[in-house]
């Protein structure tokens, strides 16, 4: 149980960033305040050409996650990323230095806690998110699919759908100035706006929540350098996310560990 338990945070955490961010408003533009609202969408815009980025994700939730990384989107969707907090469902994998790399569909992982709860004697194993849903009783796979669109974009695209977005002011997020939005988002109504893989991505991520509050950090380019949302599910549980996305345009390099430092992640 303690094995396939440590397995489903690996491969949940893994997603949570790899997965870890345009509709037209919905109402009359009466409701709107115009120029916070084209503020968004010319985010939305800006990012959809994003390839690369830096990024610290908070998690909290049903999972428990603390992270930074280098994160690539195109040609082929990598990251590299050190985690210092993750746990699901009480279960913690342990603190600092856990490491997770993502290179197509496979993960390679190190954290020594995990590795004695699957009994792996080296320092890396990895993950085939392709074939581990089985094990773990979800499908990844699938998931991962939508990583292309689990960019900066992503979260631009939801909170432009927001009818009630305002501009709270001006304020330096690592020293870069940028502009304040805040609003709530109608995930009923929002849902019918966006694609099939952008619709699968929040609903799983709302739980069932029919609203999302927001703030939004944009840059003088409109690309957003701070993003914090939070929704409550229809089980009244209380989800927020939090990420500070740096270095846009960066190159990223992603590379897998030494083959035999690798071993593969064994299921009872």
């Given at each position: 149980?303690?094995?396939?338990?440590?397995?489903?945070?690996?491969a949940g955490?893994?997603?949570?960033?790899?997965l870890?961010?345009?509709?037209?408003?919905t109402e009359?533009?009466?409701?709107v305040?115009l120029?916070a609202?084209?503020?968004?969408?010319?985010?939305?815009?800006?990012?959809?050409?994003v390839?690369?980025?830096?990024a610290?994700?908070?998690?909290?939730?049903?999972?428990?996650?603390?992270?930074?990384?280098?994160?690539?989107?195109?040609?082929?969707p990598?990251?590299?990323?050190?985690?210092d907090?993750?746990?699901?469902?009480g279960?913690n994998?342990g603190?600092?230095g856990t490491?997770?790399?993502?290179?197509g569909?496979?993960?390679y992982?190190?954290n020594k806690?995990?590795n004695s709860?699957?009994?792996?004697?080296?320092?890396?194993?990895k993950?085939?998110?392709?074939?581990?849903?089985d094990?773990?009783?979800?499908?990844?796979?699938d998931?991962?699919k939508?990583?292309?669109?689990?960019?900066?974009?992503?979260?631009?695209?939801?909170v432009?759908e927001s009818?009630?977005?305002?501009?709270?002011?001006?304020?330096?997020i690592?020293g870069v100035?940028?502009?304040?939005?805040?609003?709530?988002v109608d995930?009923?109504?929002?849902?019918?706006?966006w694609?099939?893989e952008?619709?699968?991505?929040?609903?799983?991520?709302?739980?069932?929540?029919?609203a999302?509050?927001?703030?939004f950090?944009a840059?003088?380019?409109?690309?957003p350098?701070?993003?914090?949302a939070?929704?409550?599910?229809s089980?009244?549980k209380?989800?927020?996310?939090?990420?500070?996305?740096?270095?846009?345009?960066k190159?990223?390099?992603?590379t897998?560990p030494?083959a035999?430092?690798?071993?593969?992640l064994?299921?009872?």
């Open positions: 149980m303690m094995k396939k338990l440590a397995t489903g945070v690996v955490s893994a997603l949570a960033l790899a870890t961010a345009c509709g037209s408003p009359s533009p009466k409701t305040n120029s609202h084209e503020a968004l969408n010319a985010s939305a815009g800006k990012t959809a050409n390839e690369s980025f830096s610290e994700l908070t998690v909290g939730g049903g999972a428990t996650v603390h992270g930074t990384g280098s994160f690539q989107i195109k040609p082929a990598a990251f590299s990323v050190e985690l907090q993750i746990s699901l469902a279960f994998v603190t600092g490491r997770l790399i993502l290179l569909q496979d993960v992982v190190s806690n995990l709860l699957t009994g792996g004697s080296k320092p890396w194993v993950v085939n998110l392709g074939t581990v849903g094990k773990v009783g979800f499908n990844p796979g998931m991962l939508q990583v292309t669109q689990a960019n900066p974009a992503d979260l631009a695209k939801i432009a009818t009630d977005v305002k501009k709270v002011g001006t304020e330096k690592d100035q940028t502009t304040h939005y805040a609003g709530t995930l009923k109504t929002a849902l019918k706006n694609d099939p952008l619709q699968g991505k929040v609903e799983g991520m709302a739980k069932g929540a029919e999302l509050t927001f703030d950090w840059d003088k380019d409109q690309l350098r701070k993003v914090a939070k929704a409550t599910s089980e009244g209380v989800y927020d996310v939090t990420v500070l996305f740096r270095d846009y345009g190159k990223v390099s992603v897998a030494p035999d430092q690798v071993g593969d064994k299921f009872p």
